[in-house]
């Protein structure tokens, strides 16, 4: 029987692992073998990116959204007073992350591809590099959009782009959308995305009902098959006005809990992509109050602290317990600062922070994968 070091190491070196093994890795439960994987999972991203931690301060743009995916609470049918910030509410957001040194922004939304809101994003990503004069790096994540909206919005100045598979198991991935939700045409997005010159990031929900392990295990070898730059993932979390929400309970296939299942897949992706960006998420916190740290701890390297107007945030609830509903920005930011320096980590103020793995790919140079 080999030790878990030795899988380890295998793991680390080997060029595609064995998704029955990254699934056995992820059914651990036993305390001393996870905290050996987190931990080795650390050594990896100091070694490969740096201890650095990265804030990218979350602007939560518009609710309205044109899908109806049937676990998110915003979702078309969903029954929440719809908002859409004004271009100067935006423009202060991003205002209040360059003055306090946050190396990038995060525009977020729900998914819209009429001609007003790719209008609205252009103007809005033009203004804040104007502001900045292009220093604050600025990441879209606003779902599905054609080719020229994409190249739009990277010529407007934007770089990174975040779009989760949500599961790369197709057939799940049919039982948690409406049926016109197409898993190749998100496929198709995140190809094109990363051949028009972004720096692309994907993940995938945790927990959700009907998912297994072997699911989760095969999510971390898309990551690496589809060779993204970031990842941000996190759990599954109830809301009650869903479908799924209402029709089904979570059901993972291990005893580990929810948390260690999300701070495995975070350092198993690390231990296997390397030198990519993970981001320790917010869902992450609603399990544990400190469960951003312990993300860190576990391999990830970028948080992402809300600096929504505290007026819009409880009706951008994607999940029932969505921590920090209440805190404007500026106490999240040295709360989180706080809490980074208590677990010995520093964090990379006014650095965009870009995923060292865009960066090698971009300047044709061999990524860090074995
Ligand atoms: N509309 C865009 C961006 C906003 S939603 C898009 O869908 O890409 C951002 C992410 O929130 C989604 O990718 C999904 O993974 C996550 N999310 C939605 N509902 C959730 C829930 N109930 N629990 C956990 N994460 C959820
Ligand atoms: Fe809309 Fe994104 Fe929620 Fe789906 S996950 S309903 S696209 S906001």
Known sequence: MESLQTILHRI?????????????LLRIENREELDLIYARAYDVKRREVSALAYFRGLIEVSNVCAK?????????????????????????????????????IVLQSGERRDPAFVELIEDMVREINDMT?????????????????????????????????ETSNRELYARLHPADHDYDERLRCLRELKDIGYQVGTGVMIGLPFQTTEDLARDILFFRDIDV????MG?????????????????????????????????????????????ST???????????????????????????PVRYRRDYLLYDSKPCVDEDAGKSRDCLARRIGAIGEKIGWNVAGDPLHALRRMNGLTPLRN
């Open 12 to 24: 680390e070196h080997e060029d595609r692992p064995d998704p029955a093994l990254l699934a056995q």
């Open 229 to 232: 730059d970031m990842i941000g």
């Open 68 to 104: 109806d995916c049937l676990y998110c609470g915003i979702r078309r049918s969903g029954n929440v007073s719809r908002y859409t910030m004004s271009n100067d509410e935006v423009i202060a957001c991003a205002r209040f992350a360059y003055d306090n040194g946050y190396g990038s």
């Open 235 to 279: 759990p599954y979390l109830y809301h009650h006005d869903t479908p799924l929400g209402r029709e089904a309970t979570p059901s993972i296939d291990a005893g580990g809990g929810l948390l260690d299942m999300s701070l495995m897949m975070i350092a198993l992706s690390r231990i296997i992509l390397k030198d990519v960006n993970i981001a």
């Open 133 to 165: 004069g292009d220093s604050l790096g600025i990441t879209l994540s606003a779902g599905e959009q054609d080719s020229s909206t994409y190249r739009r919005w990277l010529e407007a100045g934007a770089r990174r782009y975040l779009l989760r598979i």
């Open 282 to 308: 917010t869902a992450l916190q609603a399990l544990h109050s400190q469960g951003r740290e312990l993300g860190l701890r576990a391999g990830a390297n970028v948080v992402m602290p809300n600096l929504t």
